[in-house]
């Protein structure tokens, strides 16, 4: 990872993480770090990750928690979320959404065609369907 890609994740975690951190918290009623592997994201990709990633993430994480049945799933299935970003070539194909030993992961092209990352309906409904 070079010095650009550095500044551009550093300015992205100081500029949006802690907020969009702050509302998950808010959202799920626990801690659930967010871990964005920002030496898998392409320089170019980097500044989607606010508005394509962690937005998304975000609203699934809202619409499954309104209940408490959904927050309560979160609470207990997950313990921390990870983001890594995959080359836009092949995207659609190589995308994926995995919760594995209480970890979320969401791998995609975060920045390339929508073909190869995930709307939040998408991220709701894998997590309904897999809690």
């Known amino acids: ?15 949006y993480l802690g907020d969009y951190q702050k509302e998950i ?14 030496d898998t994201f392409e320089l170019d990709f980097i500044k989607f990750v606010p508005s394509v990633c962690l937005q998304r993430l975000t609203d699934a994480l809202k619409e499954v928690c309104e209940d408490d049945m ?35 992961s969401l791998t995609a092209c975060w920045g390339g065609h929508h073909s190869g990352y995930f709307s939040d309906l998408v991220i709701r409904e894998f997590l309904e369907n897999n809690l």
Not at 1 to 15: R, S, T
Not at 25 to 38: A, Q
């Open 1 to 15: 990872m070079g010095l650009q890609e550095k500044k551009a994740a550093k300015a992205i975690e100081d500029q």
């Open 25 to 38: 918290n808010e959202t799920v009623g626990k801690e659930l770090p967010v871990n964005i592997n920002w």
């Open 70 to 104: 959904g927050k309560e799933a979160i609470q207990e299935s997950i313990s921390s979320i990870e983001v890594y970003c995959i080359p836009n070539e092949g995207a659609e194909d190589k995308k994926e959404l995995k919760i594995e030993d209480e970890v979320f």
